[in-house]
């Protein structure tokens, strides 16, 4: 298994949920999880209602599937400003709203158990950074229709364990993940860069850092 890229001449599936979802075979993602309790929910509601009103107004639907191709045909300056509405939900993630439970490093173990379950099988695992309240992963290698099953293996195995684990019940994910297609090597390593990087704000033990070639914990 190695790591490949979007073609753009190959078939895409888009499954469409409250996000849509980019699945191409053997493609490599770049994928988010978020704890339930991550960000409150009037602050997730504006967000959407934001991003989708700036959709309409430079003439995206936003619930159409193919928006997000539509804006990477946008001009720069346009795209430029559009990313502020994913840098405005990553602060709110490293804001570290909710119970944060991979504080504990018991729980922050389950999910690096469960991403490395497969690796080199179903999957080729990327680097991943657990944080508090939200997991990056880069995963490629799955057949076309596969990476939205495994995400979500994922989090139901992780999400009973964790709540076992905590002696809790309930909803332990949100429902959906943020994903996308990764276009290149530059793309990855940009990537691999963004994934070292965001725990630079906690301390040693409030998260758990791996690289595909040397894990690290803590840092």
């Known amino acids: 298994m190695d790591f490949r890229f979007y073609d753009p001449l190959l078939p895409v599936s888009v499954a469409k949920g409250h996000l849509p979802h980019w699945d191409q075979a ?39 599937p193919d928006w997000k191709k539509l804006v990477e045909a946008l001009p720069e300056e346009l795209l430029r400003d559009f990313r502020r509405f994913s840098k405005a939900l990553e602060n709110e993630l490293d804001a570290c709203h909710g119970a944060c439970p991979f504080r504990n490093p018991d729980c922050a173990a389950i999910v ?63 429902d959906e993940s943020f994903d996308h297609l990764v276009r290149s090597d530059a793309a990855i390593s ?12 906690l301390r040693p033990g409030e998260f758990l850092h791996w690289v595909r070639a040397e894990p690290t914990a803590g840092g």
């Open 26 to 64: 053997e493609a490599t993602y770049f994928i988010t999880w978020r704890t339930a309790d991550s960000i409150p929910k009037d602050v997730w509601t504006r967000w959407r209602w934001e991003r989708s009103r700036w959709l309409r107004e430079h003439g995206i639907d936003p619930e159409a």
């Open 112 to 174: 690096a158990t469960a991403l490395h379950c497969f690796d080199a099988d179903r999957y080729l695992l990327g680097d991943f950074v657990v944080m508090p309240n939200h997991v990056h992963l880069l995963v490629g290698g799955m057949a076309r229709g596969q990476m939205l099953l495994q995400a979500e293996s994922w989090k139901r195995w992780t999400g009973n364990q964790i709540n076992k684990h905590l002696g809790r019940r309930g909803r332990f994910w949100q």
């Open 190 to 201: 940009r990537l691999n860069r963004y994934i070292a990087q965001n725990p630079a704000k």
